[in-house]
């Protein structure tokens, strides 16, 4: 049964990721990986992000739950264990699903709540902290990537206008965030700029990572 969260955590670090089913993850890899190669990086990336999300979660301040595409429950739960969180990601684009997650978190009680994927190896728990921190006296907290999309996004409260009409996956998606966020007047705090891993060209960046 997936663990259930303590009433008395206000803020919530989502993890979006995906079960790395070989052909429906990481596709974009499978050219130059194969299926399996492609599945396994998912894998990797995935496990190596939420080793940091256990640094963070160690203090006792912050929920970790881990919100998933493909498989089910049991899956995840044979991979990542049973001592985590799980929720299925809602229907719709990435948007939609981002605002869903927000939106139920912020039911239950969060008063902070930052999602992020799992392609940015450099993404590290200070930089997770730091967001957290930000959002006292921000609305929006954004790590942008160096593709033009970002790599975290943090909220003290839901905008679904914020995941409207966004052309997710291009090198548009920060700036589109960005104008909608000045048009519902937003406080915006901004994190260090990082690479994503995303296509075939971005490989070096996660085997830079792994090697060390």
């Not at 869903?100 to 392609?119: H, P, Q």
Request: negative net charge; charged residues 20%.
């Amino acid at each position: 049964m997936t663990a259930k969260p303590d009433p008395k955590i206000a803020q919530k670090l989502i993890i979006f990721t995906r079960y790395p089913e070989p052909g429906k993850t990481k596709t974009r890899m499978i050219p130059i990986l194969g299926e399996e190669g492609a599945a396994q990086l998912q894998r990797q990336m995935t496990e190596f992000t939420l080793k940091i999300a256990k640094k963070i979660e160690a203090d006792g301040s912050t929920l970790v739950a881990i919100y998933f595409a493909g498989g089910n429950e049991t899956l995840m739960q044979q991979w990542l264990g049973k001592d985590l969180i799980y929720q299925k990601q809602s229907e719709g684009d990435l948007g939609q699903r981002m605002h869903s997650a927000y939106s139920a978190s912020f039911l239950e009680g969060m008063k902070k709540v930052v999602i992020i994927g799992t392609d940015c190896p450099d993404l590290d728990e200070n930089i997770i902290n730091q967001a957290f921190q930000n959002l006292s006296p921000q609305n929006l907290v954004l790590g942008p990537a160096a593709d033009g999309g970002y790599y975290l996004i943090g909220l003290s409260r839901p905008y679904a206008a914020l995941f409207e009409g966004i052309n997710w996956g291009s090198s548009e998606v920060l700036a589109q965030t960005e104008a909608i966020a000045r048009q519902l007047d937003l406080r915006v705090s901004y994190l260090p700029v990082l690479e994503d891993v995303d296509r075939p060209e971005d490989l070096w960046i996660w085997q830079n990572k792994s090697y060390q």
